[in-house]
């Protein structure tokens, strides 16, 4: 299990290190038993357990970003492209000049 060890390890060192905000060290353990004839006493059986094992990492660097857009726009589509055009405001404001 040197495995789950190294992968431990590594995780931490890189987490500690700054390189990621977190990491995951994941075992997955199958276990089963066998009866087993012994090889010096053929009268004798044992149970000879059998471990089947992955160790994983994964090490995640999240990043974000958010914000909102409330722009009057108009979404279309042409030759499989998206356009997006703003709307002009209909609302008049004070400052507006008038024609």
């Known amino acids: 299990m040197n495995s789950l060890n190294m992968n431990i390890i590594e995780v931490m060192k890189e987490v500690y290190d700054g390189n990621f905000e977190e990491g995951e060290v994941n075992l997955k353990l199958q276990i089963d038993i ?3 004839t012994s090889p010096i006493y053929p009268h004798e059986e044992y149970k000879k357990p059998n471990f089947d094992y992955k160790v994983s990492r994964s090490l995640k660097k999240n990043e974000s970003n958010s914000g ?3 722009e009057n ?3 279309s589509i042409s030759k499989k492209k998206f356009k ?3 709307l002009k405001d209909l609302q008049r404001r ?3 000049e008038v024609i």
């Open 84 to 86: 997006l055009t703003k």
């Open 73 to 75: 726009l108009s979404l």
């Open 34 to 36: 066998e009866n087993v």
């Open 94 to 96: 004070l400052d507006d």
């Open 68 to 70: 909102k857009i409330r």
